[in-house]
């Protein structure tokens, strides 16, 4: 596998950074429509300790900037040797006797194998794009069952992007001091472009059948 994260950082900042310092909003609101003074309306917030930027580099302006909260993996990864062998291959598309859990796959009928093999290679957890661990990167424990891993992966999931507003963020202009730690490299940059534009881009399951 090519390098994930190059050891030349830029002083601005790039589309898949790894950051730190930020806060995660999450916006709940019960009542769509209502006016304001019957709006039920809640923020929470937290500090994770680690981002992903999600904003392209050439689009990073107006201070403000696109990122989500780089999270621990899921414990269902590791149903797959294949994953379980290199998380970093959820990142790419793959034949789905590769992606599927043995026992799922030995279960299946000969031509329901075939129907899925014909498709071709294709992504997996369309939503979740695996980050290879790093020192910079605390290491955590899951546990399924009697089964426990130590982990160093981190995952960004795009459902969790969000925007935040700076007056220290513009094009061209370089990162707030300390808060970047971890630039990846151009082929690992083009995986996370890839994925995020199939996980946008795919068709609705209506506009399939």
């Avoid at 929470?44 to 621990?72: K, N």
Wanted: net charge neutral; glycine share 4%; charged share 25%.
């Amino acid at each position: 596998m090519p390098a994930f994260y190059t050891d030349q950082l830029s002083s601005i900042l790039r589309f898949g950074d790894v950051v730190t310092g930020f806060q995660l909003t999450a916006l709940r609101v019960d009542s769509p429509g209502a006016s304001a003074s019957q709006l039920d309306l809640k923020i929470h917030v937290t500090r994770p300790p680690y981002f992903a930027v999600m904003t392209p580099c050439c689009s990073i302006e107006m201070q403000s900037i696109s990122l989500a909260p780089l999270t621990e993996v899921r414990h269902s990864f590791f149903s797959v040797p294949r994953f379980e062998e290199d998380l970093t291959r959820i990142n790419v598309p793959m034949l789905a006797d590769q992606a599927i859990p043995p026992k799922r796959w030995e279960s299946m009928s000969p031509g329901e194998k075939s129907e899925l093999l014909a498709k071709g290679p294709s992504y997996v957890f369309y939503e979740c794009f695996v980050y290879e661990p790093h020192d910079v990167f605390r290491t955590y424990e899951l546990k399924k069952g009697k089964l426990a891993w130590n982990v160093k992966h981190r995952m960004v999931d795009f459902k969790t992007i969000f925007r935040v507003e700076c007056v220290h963020i513009d094009r061209n202009r370089d990162a707030p001091s300390g808060i970047k730690l971890l630039q990846m490299t151009t082929a690992a940059r083009a995986q996370l472009r890839d994925k995020l534009t199939y996980y946008f881009g795919r068709n609705a399951d209506e506009e399939d059948a």
